[in-house]
């Protein structure tokens, strides 16, 4: 049984255009050498981020949203009996590798993939510095409080 986020994936898909690439055989042979669920993931991202491109949307608008239904598509697909051990994460670098490679918007993927990061580790360093500043305060008030 579908979810309705793998249909409403597979309607837009059915829209959508092919995959725009700049490097055709590259390509190909990494569809042929690659694990399966990691081409179409990867291809099934790009040609949703293309669909919403096609319509006037900014990629570094719609990506995030993208990657998020073929994610949920992909563990959909795996759950239950069909359970089988996939790392988003892992998908996620390869599809980003690849794409940024091969595919006729790499470099704009780049660039959204490196702000999305650069964005990320700025919380972490926030949330870093926000609890080490606890940690010390509680150590040097707990140090008043000492016998």
């Known amino acids: 049984m579908k979810t309705p986020c793998a249909s409403i994936v597979e309607e837009r898909l059915k829209k959508a255009p092919k995959i725009e690439l700049v490097n055709d055989i590259a390509w190909r042979l990494f569809k042929n050498e690659s694990v399966s669920d990691i081409a179409d ?17 900014r990629l570094c608008d719609v990506a995030e949203a993208m990657l998020l239904d073929v994610q949920e598509e992909l563990i959909t697909k795996y ?8 790392s988003i994460d892992y998908l996620n670098t390869c599809a980003i590798l690849v794409l940024t490679q091969y595919w006729k918007y790499g470099e704009e993927l780049k660039r959204w993939h490196d702000l999305e990061n650069e964005k990320y580790f700025d919380w972490m360093k926030s949330e870093i510095s926000r609890n080490f500043n606890k940690q010390v305060w509680i150590l040097v008030n707990l140090e008043k409080f000492a016998p």
């Open 79 to 86: 759950s239950g009996k069909n359970a089988k051990y996939i």
């Open 41 to 57: 993931y990867t291809e099934r991202w790009a040609r949703l981020m293309q669909f919403y491109m096609a319509k006037g949307e």
